[in-house]
């Protein structure tokens, strides 16, 4: 029973990340990386924020993940931020990738290659929101430098929303190298530079592609900029001649997408706080028809609903017979008026071939018995 509760790790060593650690801070982030299986060590929780995030923590409890209490001071000391939302994930260290699986993960999908190539990022948030938007994007992979980039810590992780969990992230040694590589294997490396003579929406931009965002001061290095096929502008008409550098990404990113399958939709539906939308209910709209005719079936639509909803018209009690009548149908004739022969014992009227034997029926059926009605009302004023 005792191994059946939550298991919780003294609190000085807890808080603190060993050599092969690493901490994953936010809501959203902890739920991308249970979502992607990364091997978790242990759950760091507020203890103000515990009841809030109770799913979470059952669903820790349920790998056998343990469950630690930690104040809020102590985990933004941990986090290096204090946007990290009473919560935290100590993970393995991240897996990084190379330039031939982000290829490889193209092929695997059936598409050309789709990558983006960071230039010397330097904030963090701007990092984890160009990332996010690459993600969203269906970006096969990111290459970046290991050198004069801004690291990929908890914080970034928090911008991205937990989109780094999905991404294949590849650091190189030397970049300018990398992205001479990825041209000679076909892929065309596309820059900005506001004074490009083409826009991102005149310019080609599908089939195999590279998409580079340069640093939020600088831009492109040299080296880069030298090793780009093609040089693309943003359009813009503000005063403001720059846009921030994970906003620029996003946008060239987003129009690439765009010419390549205008069509996208994202691969998982979004979720909402009253869980996923259920699923319209079909229901099958049947009427009396001839043996000739077919019964249509139709989904739940505004006909539809209006049809369920109306109540059904009571049929009057007949006996066997008449019943039996009534369910063989013959075509021309209406519900009230089987429901009336079938009271008055009068054989259905036949089919009618045209217009001169459609009277006559109706005369054989409704003159007999309208005949009296006449004699009926004379009598009281013969008597008067």
Request: proline residues 11%.
């Amino acid at each position: 029973m005792e191994r059946s509760r939550p298991l919780r790790a003294a609190v000085p060593d807890a808080i603190e990340l060993g050599p092969d650690e690493e901490l994953v801070a936010g809501r959203r982030p902890v739920e991308e990386a249970f979502s992607a299986r990364r091997p978790a060590l242990r759950l760091l929780v507020t203890p103000g924020r515990r009841q809030a995030l109770e799913r979470l923590v059952l669903h820790a409890t349920t790998l056998r993940i343990p469950i630690v209490e930690v104040e809020g001071g102590s985990l933004t000391s941990l986090a290096g931020f204090d946007g990290h939302q009473g919560i935290a994930l100590v993970v393995e260290p991240r897996r990084f990738a190379t330039p031939d699986e982000v290829l490889a993960r193209a092929i695997e999908r059936g598409e050309p290659p789709f990558i983006l190539v960071l230039d010397s990022l330097e904030d963090p948030q701007n990092l984890g929101t160009v990332l996010r938007s690459a993600e969203a994007a269906g970006v096969h992979g990111v290459l970046f430098p290991t050198e004069r980039q801004a690291p990929l810590s908890p914080a970034a992780v928090k911008a991205s929303a937990g989109a780094t969990e999905h991404l294949l992230l590849c650091p190189v040694d030397d970049l300018a190298g990398a992205m001479t590589d990825l041209h000679v294997r076909g892929v065309r490396v596309v820059g900005s530079d506001s004074g490009a003579p083409l826009t991102a929406r005149q310019a080609d931009l599908r089939g195999p592609l590279a998409i580079v965002v340069g640093s939020e001061g600088h831009g492109l290095s040299p080296t880069v900029r030298r090793r780009c096929d093609l040089m693309v502008r943003i359009p813009m008409r503000g005063a403001i001649g720059s846009l921030n550098a994970a906003v620029a990404g996003s946008v060239l990113l987003f129009e690439a997408l765009g010419q390549r399958d205008p069509e996208a939709r994202p691969a998982r539906p979004p979720e909402t706080a009253a869980g996923p939308a259920p699923t319209p209910k079909r229901s099958r709209v049947t009427r009396r028809t001839s043996p000739d005719e077919s019964v249509p079936e139709a989904s739940t639509d505004a006909s539809t609903d209006a049809l369920r909803d109306e109540p059904a018209s009571p049929e009057p009690a007949t006996d066997e017979p008449a019943a039996l009548e009534a369910a063989s149908p013959e075509p021309g004739i209406t519900e009230p008026a089987r429901s009336e022969a079938a009271r008055l014992e009068a054989p259905p009227a036949p089919d009618a071939a045209s217009d001169a034997e459609a009277a006559a029926t109706a005369a054989e059926v409704v003159l007999p018995e309208a005949a009296p009605a006449p004699r009926r009302r004379r009598r009281p004023t013969g008597a008067a």
